[in-house]
């Protein structure tokens, strides 16, 4: 008789994680059957339905509905409402993917149950304790029975931290599972830009992506305004095209800078889905963005990237891919981007096991590890 394994997903970045692992769980349903939580951390039709019709992921078995809200309230409401679904559920075992705030919060309810937890993407670090995330990974890792990486340096980390070498698995990256598998069905950019109707002229390979959304970057109004005035400069030399996150558009609008860009070759687009999101990357000539995701992604389509923040928890990016990293320092974001426009930027190679096959990996490894016998 088949088992049931309990899959969480919370926010926008978890749905391109979890598409591959469920797709390959459903090929193996006489053995696992994977039972879908939606969290309900991100509930707008942008931010969530658009991803789980694009992405091909089944309706969620069940809907949290905790919204927004503070992180302790988010993370509480995710806490109390989850348990019942253990209860009835009894799954075999958990699995969350990535570093939000639902992650670490359904990572916790199992572990207090004594269901082992599987963590994908795990060993990630930024070593910087303010962003959310970091604190999210730290004690997810800490508390997770199984642990697959995407990069080598996530092993190091884990190690290090007192994880047994023997729980951790090297996978690969699942979200790069997605994009190989979507990037022929991308949007176009100019129906991107017809479908939102962009009269600005911008063209394949002679614009700049921006997306920002990190409460270092846009929580604090004179960050903010330093980077929404080097984003003005920027499009001076190349048009901008910046898909504006329902936190970020809340934050402009409270400090007013809106009409910084407005008059500008700046394209405001509102959340955009994820065959939209890998159109416009794959069409850019670089790539400003303070998400994760954006990196390895960037990375693995060969894009030049400008990352506005000043570390990062995936550091294979930088060594062996397109990614540089800049702050928020507008000279550090200007001289970068004057190099790429020059130069053509970095080139960058695929990392090792970001081959669209890490859900196998990891689906390969449950099957192992927990159902050996059966
Ligand atoms: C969350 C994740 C972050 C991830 C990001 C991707 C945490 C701590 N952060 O940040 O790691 O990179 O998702 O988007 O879990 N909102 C809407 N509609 C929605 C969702 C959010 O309008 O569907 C607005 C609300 O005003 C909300 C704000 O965006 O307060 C922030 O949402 P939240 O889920 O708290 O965090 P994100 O900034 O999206």
Redesign the pocket.
Known sequence: MSKTIVCVVG???NFMKMAPIIRQLQLVKDRVVPYLVHTG????QT??DTFFRQLGIPEPDRDLGVG?GT?AV?TANVMLRFESVLDEVKPFAVLVVG???STIACGLVAVKKNIPLIHVEAGLRSFDREM??EI?RVLTDQISDLLFTTERAAEANLVREGIAPERIKFSGNVMIDTLLANCKQADSLDRILQRYGVALPIYEKKYALLTM?RPSNVDDPDTLSRLISVIADISNKVPVVFPV???TQ?KLSDAGLLSELSGRQVALLPPVGYLEILGLMQSAQLVLTD?GGLQEETTALGVPCVTLRENTERPITVTEGTNTIVGSDPEKIMACVDDIMVTGGKTGRVPEYWDGRAAVRIVDEILRHYLQAG
């Open positions: 926010a926008r970045p951390q991100h509930y707008d931010m969530k927004s992180h988010q570093d939000v705030n959310p995330e999210n959304h996150h329902p936190r809340q998400s």
